[in-house]
């Protein structure tokens, strides 16, 4: 089952963030055993990476810990941050430097959603040291979160969806150097883009579906959900003659132990991964859909938008994209639904026909 997958990632992403917590005060490990039952592991890494960063900005900015260990930092010395250095803060992470693992050094921006997922870390660590009463003050919660400017969705029309699926099944726009790639690969990725634009499943789902996920009796597929909640998608004809196809094909592969049951396979027989499964899209789509940048969310987007507008049912697309709160489904597709509620007076008609 794909729940195998998932656990692994799971411990994976666990492993992870022992590292980093490795690289904080001592004193958060309280707090981030308190996220532990109602946030995922990658949201406690993001918290953690942000975390981190903010505590080595203190050290390098902050008269109070100039010179201070990250390690002997206390719980009290929050109390030593003000209102305006979380603001400075902010306004740092908005374009920076720092060396990677190799030495090199990276250039690191932030928008304004990254600054505000930064500042809901600091608020939540602040919260709770507060309602523990370890601390006396919380600057973070009258800093003024970052204003977030919606964007608009940038999904596929049909035709560029037809476009983009008959490069993947042709490839007559690639290099010769991809071509022959793409004779090895073809039907497994039209199987993958198929399945992401015609169920809208994330990325992180299609990468993690095992063979007995599959159900071609009802056209469904199993896929493990943020949380870790199974749910079954039904697809189409189109995706279900993609898949059949590539699983026919798929039987000849020479398949590594421990990857028997994984339905999307990499060239050395292992499971695919989520970068993978990117870098295969961007490279169909820049050669097919040029003037949009194209990716697995997209896609999902594209999936959701064209069931919305066919059905005009936002608590069936937020149920069948996975979304645990409607309100968020009703953002991502706010101005459709605005132009739903424009069109409706044409179809009220009340002394003329």
């Known amino acids: 089952m794909a729940q195998n997958f998932y656990d692994e990632e799971k411990q994976k992403g666990l492993i992870k963030l022992r590292r980093i917590l490795d690289d904080l005060p001592a004193f958060t490990s309280s707090f981030f055993r308190s996220l532990g039952q109602n946030t995922t592991t990658k949201t406690r890494i993001n918290y953690a990476y942000d975390l ?9 900015n902050h008269p109070y810990f100039a010179k201070m260990s990250i390690d002997k930092i206390n719980v009290n ?3 030593e941050i003000s209102t305006e250095d979380i603001d ?8 920076y430097q720092k060396e990677n693992e190799k030495g090199t050094t990276l250039e690191v921006q932030n928008d304004e959603k990254g600054k505000a997922r930064k500042l809901a870390a600091i608020r939540s660590m602040y919260k709770f040291y507060i309602k523990r009463k370890a601390i006396t003050k919380n600057p973070a919660a009258i800093v003024d979160a970052p204003k977030i400017h919606d964007k608009n969705i940038i999904r596929l029309e049909p035709n560029e969806t037809a476009d983009l699926l008959d490069e993947v099944e042709f490839g007559n726009d690639l290099t010769d150097h991809q071509k022959f790639f793409h004779e090895k690969t ?17 990325v992180s789902e299609c990468v993690g579906i095992n063979l007995d996920d599959i159900d071609f009796q009802i056209n469904g597929v199993r896929v493990t959900r943020k949380g870790g909640n199974q749910s079954v998608l039904y697809f189409g004809d189109e995706v279900a003659e993609a898949l059949k196809a590539y699983i026919e094909e798929r039987k000849d592969s020479v398949v590594k132990p421990g990857n028997e049951n994984a339905l999307f396979l990499s060239l050395q027989g292992k499971r695919i991964t989520t970068r993978s499964v990117q870098l295969l899209v961007k490279k169909y789509s820049q050669v097919s859909v040029k003037l949009k940048k194209i990716t697995p969310h997209k896609l999902r987007s594209t999936y959701g938008t064209s069931l919305y507008q066919e059905t005009g049912d936002i608590y069936l697309v ?8 409607v309100n968020t489904t009703r953002k991502h597709y706010a101005k459709l639904e605005e132009g739903r509620r424009q069109s409706a007076p044409k179809y009220i008609h009340l002394r003329k026909d």
């Open 52 to 60: 981190r960063l903010f505590f080595r900005y203190l050290i390098d």
């Open 77 to 79: 010395d929050l109390d």
């Open 88 to 95: 400075l803060f902010l306004d740092f992470v908005s374009s």
């Open 186 to 202: 073809k039907l497994r990725d039209l199987a993958i883009v198929t399945t992401l634009v015609g169920t809208g499943m994330r």
């Open 318 to 325: 937020a149920d069948v994209l996975g979304h645990s709160d």
